[in-house]
């Protein structure tokens, strides 16, 4: 695409999408209409600047109304909002559900990721391949409904957009969606296996409360936690999260009464509260079926920690693949407004708080919590270099509590408990229940609660076990991030401290099988490949590392190793430890893990190296 766009003219469709987000152009400067007052006076500059943060949706509602990103109408968008043509093209270019090439109004992307490949989407892309051709379909990175593969995301562009997230893909019912027939792609959400089980306490409401009703979650015990706090007042809440030892869900397990008190001692003022829930790690969707089916939950745990902190404005980052979560999220947030728990002055606490819901656009690396911010700031969803820590400079530049949606969750449990007996649920150090997500070749894939410490052995069993009754290969513990474990290993007591002394982490709660039928090889060059898609490319190890471990990867599964495998292996190795040492971020850091821990732990290339 040329950069120098100022002489392209967005068509009248593209012009009303973007004006019915942003509101008509005051004038001649921000790409309305000139008037004679334009002659004589300058406007927009400063004040159009400062709303950049809005060119992620706008860019949204842009591709939801006409499918793609032209010139002219990502030149409109940059007149209104002032910014310069390159820049806002780099931030249209970050993202896989923003196209700036011509693309059918309709498109469904299929994952073809790890999990839905146990459950043969790999052979269903080829079916489709061979019955409609390559248009109106992409292949996808996992879609956050693994429990329900092989997974498809269904966009249509117009005026009335749709997108629908199923599951149980093929390729007739892909076809039939392509073809405006959208029965298929209707289904309920979530499905949980545990459904009323007496013993559950993060997902005791879900499909139990009606998740549109304000008054059913309240009749469901919604609210209380709220008026807990207020009797509490910020410093008691903050006590009660450090007594309780609530650790971060989100991959890091970073203690949460430490970031909340970190943000609470800052000078500034300004502060803000985000729930992270881009949730894009192939293989989680726990979160997913948390904002699904309890919404207004993580509304009321978000003014808590908003309260407890001194912040007043929160934001949801939540990934764009999400339709369902996204509708019942705004209708919750909406309806909390109304029923004056959310707002001006929140009832019950007296102060301010309010939430905006914000849209990612398909960029797993948006979920790392600096690029978050530059996400929702309307920059490339780059990670930032720490220090500064989040807690003093975040959102904006101001103090910012990022937490995961399902810690966040763990705050009612908490104010329910009080924090010295949720510190008495678990195991150790791993305080409070947890949720997994089990998929793959398992009998019954969902997200499971269960206390940490529980087995790794009794929470397959739980799920039913390996599907169709046969041996268990591996299992991929925390995600893409984590790491493969042995069927010999699989006592292991889930908690943090355990699962740290043997090697490998709890991550997001991905508990993935394979059983001896799945091709291991082709799995990690999936996740290889996932690595390299959606490095965000700004330090080098991470750039070039990703890369050269996919190819080496692919040549094993040829057969074509350049000097034998064991040489790959050698340089897998090399470049393994590389991204590990010298990458800015996560992403870099863990894109070895699985390589890793399938050469040393499952042994994977042992025997051929030996030949
Ligand atoms: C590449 C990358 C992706 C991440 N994606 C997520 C995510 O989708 N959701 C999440 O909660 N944390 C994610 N994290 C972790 C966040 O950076 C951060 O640690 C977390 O949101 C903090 O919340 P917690 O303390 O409640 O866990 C990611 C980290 C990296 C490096
Ligand atoms: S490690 Fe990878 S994803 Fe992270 S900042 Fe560097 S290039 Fe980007
Ligand atoms: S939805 Fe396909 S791997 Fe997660």
Redesign the pocket.
């Known amino acids: 695409m040329d950069l120098h766009l100022l002489a392209a003219e967005p068509i009248a469709e593209e012009r009303d999408a973007i004006d019915r987000f942003l509101g008509s152009a005051a004038g001649g400067w921000t790409g309305g209409e000139r008037t004679s007052t334009d002659h004589h006076t300058a406007s927009g500059g400063h004040e159009a600047r400062d709303q950049r943060y809005l060119l992620l949706p706008a860019l949204r509602a842009l591709q939801a109304r006409i499918g793609w990103i032209s010139e002219g109408g990502l030149n409109y968008i940059c007149e209104r909002l002032t910014i310069p043509p390159a820049d806002a093209y780099g931030v249209a270019t970050f993202y896989a559900l923003l196209s700036t090439t011509p693309r059918p109004p309709r498109v469904v992307h299929v994952c073809d990721d790890i999990a839905c490949r146990t459950r043969g989407a790999d052979r269903l892309c080829d079916e489709l391949e061979k019955s409609a051709g390559q248009d109106g379909w992409l292949r996808s990175p996992c879609l956050g409904l693994c429990d329900q593969a092989p997974a498809a995301f269904l966009t249509e562009a117009g005026p009335e957009p749709v997108e629908l997230l199923f599951g149980g893909a093929t390729a007739a019912s892909i076809t039939s969606v392509l073809k405006g027939d959208y029965a298929p792609a209707k289904q309920p959400h979530p499905v949980l296996p545990q459904k009323g089980s007496q013993e559950l306490r993060l997902l005791r409401r879900i499909g139990v409360v009606d998740p549109s009703s304000f008054d059913d979650y309240r009749a469901h015990d919604g609210y209380e936690a709220l008026a807990k706090a207020a009797l509490l007042g910020p410093d008691g809440v903050r006590k009660e999260i450090t007594d309780a030892r609530l650790a971060?869900?989100?991959?890091?397990?970073?203690p949460?009464g430490r970031?909340w008190d970190a943000v609470s001692l800052q000078p500034e003022r300004e502060r803000y509260v985000i729930a992270?829930?881009?949730?894009?790690?192939p293989g989680t969707f726990k979160?997913r079926v948390l904002m699904e089916g309890d919404p207004f939950a993580l509304v009321e745990a978000m003014t808590i920690a908003g309260y407890a902190t001194g912040a007043e404005r929160g934001f949801i980052y939540l990934r764009g693949e999400y339709p369902l979560a996204r509708e019942r999220l705004q209708h919750a947030i909406d309806e909390a407004r109304r029923n004056g728990v959310l707002g001006e002055s929140v009832h019950g606490l007296g102060v301010r708080f309010d939430i905006e819901l914000r849209v990612g656009a398909g960029a797993?690396?948006c979920?790392?919590?600096t690029a978050i911010f530059n996400s929702i700031e309307g920059y490339r969803g780059e990670p930032r270099n720490k220090p500064p820590f989040p807690v003093e400079a975040g959102l904006f530049g101001k103090p910012t509590v990022?937490?995961?949606?399902e810690?966040l969750i763990n705050v009612l449990e908490v104010l329910h408990l009080g924090g010295a007996r949720y510190a008495e649920t678990g195991s150790g150090i791993s305080t409070g229940p947890r949720l997994f997500c089990l998929s793959g070749s398992v009998q019954r894939p969902g997200v499971y609660e269960v206390a940490h410490g529980t087995s790794l052995r009794d929470l397959i069993a739980l799920a039913g076990g390996v599907a169709g009754g046969r041996e268990l290969r591996a299992v991929l513990l925390g995600g893409a991030?984590g790491g493969f474990i042995r069927p010999d290993e699989i006592d292991m007591p889930l908690t943090f401290e355990a699962t740290r002394a043997a090697g490998s982490t709890l991550g997001?709660g991905v508990v993935m099988l394979f059983d001896d039928q799945v091709n291991l090889v082709d799995i990690l060059r999936r996740i290889a490949a996932f690595f390299r898609d959606e490095s965000c490319g700004q330090c080098v190890p991470c750039r070039v590392g990703t890369v050269r471990q996919e190819e080496a990867l692919h040549r094993i599964l040829a057969g074509k190793p350049i000097g034998g495998v064991a040489t790959e292996r050698a340089l897998l190795e090399e470049i393994g430890l590389a991204m590990k040492d010298a990458s800015i971020?996560?992403?870099g850091q863990t894109a070895y893990g699985a390589v890793e821990t399938a050469m040393k732990r499952l042994g994977l290339f042992e025997e051929a190296s030996a030949s």
């Open positions: 971060g869900r989100g991959g890091a397990a970073f949460t970031k992270n829930a881009d949730e894009s790690e979160d797993y690396i979920g790392e919590e990022v937490n995961n949606v810690t991030a997001s971020c996560g992403l």
